[in-house]
């Protein structure tokens, strides 16, 4: 299995400059919110993506782990399910 899926919401709309910067990462605009979901291998890499963030002057309002469909014939995941 991948590493796991996280969301990301974002105060206000990331401009195309840095999202360009942000690789590995979706983006969707919601409610004057953005979007990125990303799989990050582990908790130092996504603190690490917060940092980078914080770095863009950008406002995190929420990061919350996600449970992905899984590619069919393969297990689906749950939050906690170790690889």
Request: charge should be negative; proline fraction near 8%.
């Amino acid at each position: 299995m991948g590493a796991p899926t996280y969301e990301v919401r974002l105060e206000g709309e990331v401009p195309p400059s840095v999202l360009d910067q942000l690789t590995d990462v979706h983006m969707a605009g919601q409610e004057l919110r953005t979007v990125l979901t990303g799989d990050f291998e582990d908790q130092a890499a996504l603190y690490g993506f917060l940092h980078r963030l914080r770095d863009f002057g950008l406002s995190v309002v929420e990061v919350r782990r996600v449970t992905v469909e899984p590619e069919p014939g393969e297990p689906e995941q749950e939050p906690g399910d170790k690889e």
